[in-house]
Nanobody
């Protein structure tokens, strides 16, 4: 059973930066994909970024490419999402998710989810 705990959300002005963290239990299994998804009020859940714990593979959603960076610590126990040049449309609840196997930005393929952390971008 994989458990995930997110932190780092908050309120920021447009153009600002936030870094989210996701602590992953069972990190000794490197055959794992960790992803960030988000859901804004009234919208479908959207894939933000994903990273393979056993290597350097990363994948980003079109709306965040060039602004967000996903990374992990050396042992893979924590995954980070550095969000720069934030826009009001980035306002959402951000969720960390995990799956055993390959990386995709399709939420239906992920088995394990955290509780989420709120990000609000507003002036």
């Amino acid at each position: 059973q994989v458990q995930l705990v997110e932190s780092g959300g908050g309120s920021v002005q447009p153009g600002g930066t936030l870094r989210l963290s996701c602590v992953v239990s069972e990190y000794t299994n490197d055959n794992k994909c960790i992803a960030w998804f988000r859901r804004a009020p009234g919208k479908k859940r959207e894939g933000v970024a994903t990273i393979w714990t056993g290597g350097d593979y990363r994948l980003y959603g079109d709306s965040v490419k060039g602004r967000f960076t996903i990374s992990r610590d050396v042992v893979g126990s924590t995954v980070f999402l550095l969000m720069s040049s934030l826009k009001p449309e980035d306002t959402a609840m951000y969720y960390c998710a995990a799956r055993i196997g390959g990386c995709f930005l399709e939420d239906s393929l992920f088995e394990y989810w955290g509780q989420g952390t709120q990000v609000t971008v507003s002036s």
